[in-house]
């Protein structure tokens, strides 16, 4: 059974530019969640989608925005990247309200310069 | 609103000694609560969940913890730390209509031999 999958694992970017993640929930789960990791702020919850639809957002500024769609894979955006946007970004899987645990991916390390 | 403490931010054990990482919760509604342990530059790896069944849930790699309610408390330990036992640990509580993990601060576990 594949994990949680997320692509791409590295990435470099410039302050200004905008940068989108992909992450591919396990078969099956219809609950994806995005989270931040930084060193400072520890893991923060960005947002939630299930069938499709944000079902709860976290206290985000409106540059971070995402989607779901029908086969359940999920992408984030960031538009005008700072440099404080630097972090792990983890995606979790679960089949919905976290009965069966949440699955996260291995995250993507975004480096603003 | 959830939240969760985590008290320490490091602790040190020798091979073969218990392990003990603490956790306290708040929960305005029953909690689901989590441990996931991360290796460097790896995603978050689940290692038990309590989701109001038996009180004493025991996960994968030796560790278990006990919810006590009268205590708001869900520490994870370990009989006898290994090596491969040095990592982060995060404690985590869920509201149970939402899929939002609210994660402590983390310890980072060292084991010396």
């Known amino acids: 059974k594949a994990g949680v999958t997320q692509t791409p694992r590295y990435l470099i970017k410039t302050r200004g530019q905008q940068v989108t993640l992909s992450c591919s929930p396990i078969?099956?789960?219809?609950?994806v969640s995005w989270y931040q990791q930084t060193p400072g702020q520890g893991l923060q919850f960005l947002f939630e989608?299930?069938?499709?639809?944000?079902?709860n957002k976290g206290n985000f500024p409106g540059r971070f925005s995402g989607r779901q769609f029908s086969n359940s894979r999920s992408e984030m955006n960031v538009s005008t990247l700072e440099l404080g946007d630097s972090a792990l970004y983890l995606c979790?899987?679960?089949?919905?309200?976290?009965?069966?645990?949440?699955?996260f991916g291995s995250g993507t390390r975004l480096t603003v310069v | 609103a959830q939240s969760v403490t985590q008290l320490g931010s490091h602790v040190s054990v020798s091979e073969g000694a218990l392990v003990l990482l603490r956790c306290n919760y708040s929960?305005?509604?029953?909690?689901?609560l989590f441990w996931y342990v991360q290796y460097p530059n790896q995603g978050l790896q689940l290692l038990l969940k309590?989701?109001?069944?038996?009180?004493l849930v025991k996960g994968i790699n030796g560790f278990e913890a006990e919810f006590k309610k009268s205590e708001t408390s869900f520490h994870l330990t370990k009989p006898s730390a290994h090596m491969s036992d040095a990592a982060e640990y995060f404690c985590?509580?869920?509201?149970?209509?939402?899929?939002?993990?609210?994660f402590g601060t983390g310890t980072r576990l060292q084991v010396f031999p």
């Open positions: 979790a899987s679960s089949l919905d309200r976290g009965e069966g645990g949440y699955t």
């Open positions: 989608y299930f069938s499709e639809t944000q079902r």
């Open positions: 078969s099956g789960h219809r609950s």
């Open positions: 309590y989701t109001s069944a038996a009180t």
């Open positions: 929960s305005s509604v029953p909690p689901y």
């Open positions: 985590a509580v869920s509201a149970t209509n939402t899929d939002k993990l609210i």
